[in-house]
């Protein structure tokens, strides 16, 4: 069973500060790979999806890499915004839209 | 567009009663997938419907059903209500697997 970890499982950043939050998978026979937000007592965001065979995304101040081989992806935040305290997570899916998420990382930015 | 919408929003039940859920995707999107969402487990996968199919389906007893309609329109099923079912219940539809999924804000259930 695929097994996805997030490190770390918080943060808190001073505002401007880039940032890397980390996600690692034990399988890497993956079929794609998302990054997403969630608010407080709100459903999920999605934010950047790589395909299996795409290395990176990028959307605006966010870059999200994939390394299949090794089991990870990284989720680069720049320039860093109170706006962008959430919590993060990272799922990957063998097959079609059956996703396994992380357990989450929880940024906080100060202002 | 619109979004994809959950009805209801709360829902509280007692033990051993049975609750459906409700999804409606995106205009447009055939594939509707479930979550639940747990501070213990996280989130886990149910199931996905496309075109009134299921295509996969997660680890869940079963309990745990759904269903889709010709209209993409999916609803989910718990019947036999445990205290451990209690969570949100999150709905996600896209067009295909290779698309981005979007999520709604999901159903609380409550289980007493």
């Known amino acids: 069973k695929q097994e996805v970890t997030q490190i770390p499982a918080a943060l808190s950043v001073p505002e401007g500060e880039n940032l890397v939050l980390n996600c690692s998978f034990t399988?890497?026979?993956?079929?794609?790979l998302q990054w997403f937000r969630q608010d407080p007592g709100k459903g999920l965001t999605s934010l950047l999806l790589i395909q299996s065979s795409q290395r990176e995304q990028t959307s605006g101040r966010l870059n999200a890499s994939l390394d299949k081989s090794s089991g990870r992806s990284t989720l680069y935040i720049a320039a860093s915004q109170p706006g962008d305290s959430a919590t993060y997570l990272c799922a990957v899916s063998r097959t079609g839209n059956q996703f396994y998420f992380g357990t989450g990382t929880s940024l906080t930015v100060i202002p | 567009k619109a979004g994809v919408t959950q009805t209801p929003r709360y829902l509280i039940k007692t033990r051993g009663q049975q609750v459906t859920l409700s999804c409606s995707p995106i205009?447009?999107?055939?594939?509707v997938s479930w979550y639940q969402q747990t501070p213990g487990q996280g989130l886990q996968f149910l199931f996905e419907y496309f075109s009134e199919t299921q295509r996969n389906k997660g680890n869940f007893p079963g309990r745990f059903s759904g269903r889709q309609f010709s209209n993409s329109r999916s609803e989910m099923n718990v019947s036999t209500l445990e205290l451990g079912d209690s969570a949100l219940y999150l709905c996600a539809s896209n067009r295909h697997s290779t698309d981005t999924q979007y999520f709604g804000p999901g159903t609380r259930l409550t289980v007493l």
């Open positions: 399988d890497s026979a993956i079929y794609n």
């Open positions: 205009s447009g999107h055939r594939s």
